[in-house]
T-cell receptor, first 114, second 112 residues
Framework: GAVVSQHPSWVICKSGTSVKIECRSLDFQATTMFWYRQFPKQSLMLMATSNEGSKATYEQGVEKDKFLINHASLTLSTLTVTSAHPEDSSFYIC??????????FGDGTRLSIL | QKEVEQNSGPLSVPEGAIASLNCTYSDRVSQSFFWYRQYSGKSPELIMSIYSNGDKEDGRFTAQLNKASQYVSLLIRDSQPSDSATYLCAVKVNTNAGKSTFGDGTTLTVKP
């Protein structure tokens, strides 16, 4: 099946820092990637859809200036959490997959803002 | 009404029993259906895909789809403690740029 690599696995940093998370499709071309956030014991929440070569589509309530998405190639999408604050601490997961295919998830990034 | 609904659980079954997980969806044009397993602290992993009405079996797992009733289920036979996890149902309308809609998940505990 499709393999998605996400890096880093863990980030601990001070409030006000910007954090970049990378998501790579290793064995398929991802014209679309999805970014999710999951708080402890809560549901998976779609944040945005990342589109190769064009602007991302953000879900309602997600600040596009806070969560910057870049999808410059068919194998790499990045999510940058700008000026992160403790309330941004969460588990961020990317996923990719074709139109009639299931989404395959990266291993996730656990972000802790002190 | 949520687009994809699952019983939140927790669902508890004894080891060796059959665990039955259910999911209903609201969009009649949905074409692809998936079950994911998510262990605590980990990302979801795909365990089953089903695209047409009927049953699909893979080892101890059987997915059942009934499009007329807008219902998809997952049966886990001979449940093991290692099956204890949250199971997510996902539904996709194939024209929707690959976007899946996920249920909130059902937490399953298999007791030894």
């Amino acid at each position: 099946g499709a393999v998605v690599s996400q890096h880093p696995s863990w980030v601990i940093c001070k409030s006000g820092t910007s954090v970049k998370i990378e998501c790579r499709s290793l064995d398929f071309q991802a014209t679309t990637m999805f970014w999710y956030r999951q708080f402890p014991k809560q549901s998976l929440m779609l944040m945005a859809t990342s589109n190769e070569g064009s602007k991302a589509t953000y879900e309602q309530g997600v600040e596009k200036d806070k969560f910057l998405i870049n999808h410059a190639s068919l194998t790499l999408s990045t999510l940058t959490v700008t000026s992160a604050h403790p309330e941004d601490s969460s588990f961020y997961i990317c996923a990719g997959g074709g139109s009639n295919q299931p989404q395959h998830f990266g291993d996730g990034t656990r972000l802790s803002i002190l | 009404q949520k687009e994809v609904e699952q019983n939140s659980g927790p669902l508890s079954v004894p080891e060796g029993a059959i665990a039955s997980l259910n999911c209903t969806y609201s969009d009649r044009v949905s074409q692809s259906f998936f079950w994911y397993r998510q262990y605590s602290g980990k990302s979801p992993e795909l365990i089953m895909s089903i695209y047409s009405n009927g049953d699909k079996e893979d080892g101890r797992f059987t997915a059942q789809l009934n499009k007329a009733s807008q219902y998809v289920s997952l049966l886990i036979r001979d449940s093991q403690p290692s099956d204890s996890a949250t199971y997510l149902c996902a539904v996709k309308v194939n024209t929707n740029a690959g976007k899946s809609t996920f249920g909130d998940g059902t937490t399953l505990t298999v007791k030894p």
